[in-house]
């Protein structure tokens, strides 16, 4: 099955931007949903993006829309969340996951988990 990556975390001042690589090996991600969310301190890990197994359609939490974007290359098999306009509130660890299927935005529902990369934005 699938194996995903992250890497792209750091320290960023507020109204920053970084952006998140999720790279997959094992096969290709063709197929699979694949989703970001993330874990602040003491917090229940929450839905943060997903891009569709076909690549054609994104969905994305009230709290991130209009300020990240999730795209995927096909080519180097790898997902990107690009963050934008970074608020201390965003502090926490992302991490991408895979789920063959439609795509969700509950935790439970996906199978494949990377390690995670830390994100912290300073006021």
């Known amino acids: 099955q699938v194996q995903l990556v992250e890497s792209g975390g750091g320290l960023v001042q507020a109204g920053g931007s970084l952006r998140l690589s999720c790279a997959a090996s094992g096969r290709t991600f063709s197929g699979y949903a694949i989703g970001w969310f993330r874990q602040a301190p003491g917090k229940e890990r929450e839905f943060v993006a997903v891009l569709t197994g076909t690549g054609l359609m994104t969905y994305y939490a009230d709290s991130v829309k209009g300020r990240f974007t999730i795209s995927g290359n096909n080519a180097k098999n790898t997902v990107y969340l690009q963050m934008n306009s970074l608020k201390p509130e965003d502090t926490a660890v992302y991490y991408c996951?895979?789920?063959?299927?439609?795509?969700?935005?509950?935790?439970?529902?996906?199978?494949?988990w990377g390690q995670g990369t830390q994100v912290t934005v300073s006021s």
């Open positions: 996951a895979a789920k063959l299927g439609n795509w969700d935005t509950e935790v439970r529902r996906y199978d494949v």
